[in-house]
């Protein structure tokens, strides 16, 4: 996570990763970086909150983020 970027995600190609902006709401996280996933690099399209690499594996949030989606995920299944 990051602070003052100018978007809610950023991939960086030359890190493999994706940078993104320190207290977005984590539906428009999800998003924004399953967007960069299949628009930008091409990969398959997700189902539901798992996001998937281009290369066709599960993509794993980092603790933090990780944390947020769950407990996103568990408040809208209320």
């Known amino acids: 996570m990051a602070d003052d970027l100018p978007k809610i995600a950023i991939w960086d190609p030359d890190e493999m990763s994706i940078l ?12 924004e970086v399953e967007a960069i996933l299949t628009i930008d690099l091409g990969a398959p399209a997700s189902a539901g909150d798992r996001l998937v690499c281009f290369c066709g594996t599960l993509v794993e ?16 299944s209320v």
């Not at 993104?20 to 998003?31: D, I, P, Q, S, Y």
């Not at 983020?65 to 408040?75: E, G, M, R």
């Open 61 to 76: 949030l980092p603790g933090e983020l990780a944390t947020l989606v769950a407990v996103d995920s568990s408040c809208e």
């Open 20 to 31: 993104v902006a320190r207290g977005t709401a984590t539906g428009e996280l999800l998003r």
